[in-house]
């Protein structure tokens, strides 16, 4: 069984940065797609970024040039580097997994299909102060 374990959420200030990070844990699969969905107070959970296990990344437009993804141990460790933070990035993030080929993966690039991820993290809270 899968299990996804998240960290490193916390509050900071407008323009500050945290990493989160995400165990992986109870699977020996070599191909993956992970990423990183988070849900603001009030709202629907929406995709952040992901990344394929050949590499392929799409980050929200919201995020991209601030957050950056990054992947160690053949995907059992995922990494958001969250910069320049805004208090609209307030929100429980959770990270997600699926080890089917391609699963979500439409023309190269993988896609915010929450459906398409088997596996969830609990959630970390990241609160950004004005």
């Known amino acids: 069984q899968v299990q996804l374990v998240e960290s490193g959420g916390g509050s900071v200030q407008a323009g500050g940065s945290l990493r989160l990070s995400c165990t992986a844990s109870g699977y020996t699969y070599s191909t993956y797609c992970l990423g990183w969905f988070r849900r603001a107070p009030g709202k629907a959970r929406e995709g952040v970024a992901a990344i394929d296990s050949s590499g392929a990344t799409k980050y929200a437009d919201s995020v991209k040039g601030r957050f950056t993804l990054s992947v160690e141990n053949a995907g059992k460790t995922l990494y958001l580097q969250m910069n320049s933070l805004k208090p609209e990035d307030t929100a429980v993030y959770y990270c997600?997994?699926?080890?089917?080929?391609?699963?979500?993966?439409?023309?190269?690039?993988?896609?915010?299909?929450?459906?398409?991820?088997?596996?969830w993290g609990q959630g970390t809270q990241v609160t950004v102060s004005s």
């Open positions: 997600a997994s699926v080890y089917l080929p391609g699963r979500c993966m439409e023309n190269g690039v993988p896609v915010f299909d929450e459906y398409r991820f088997g596996y």
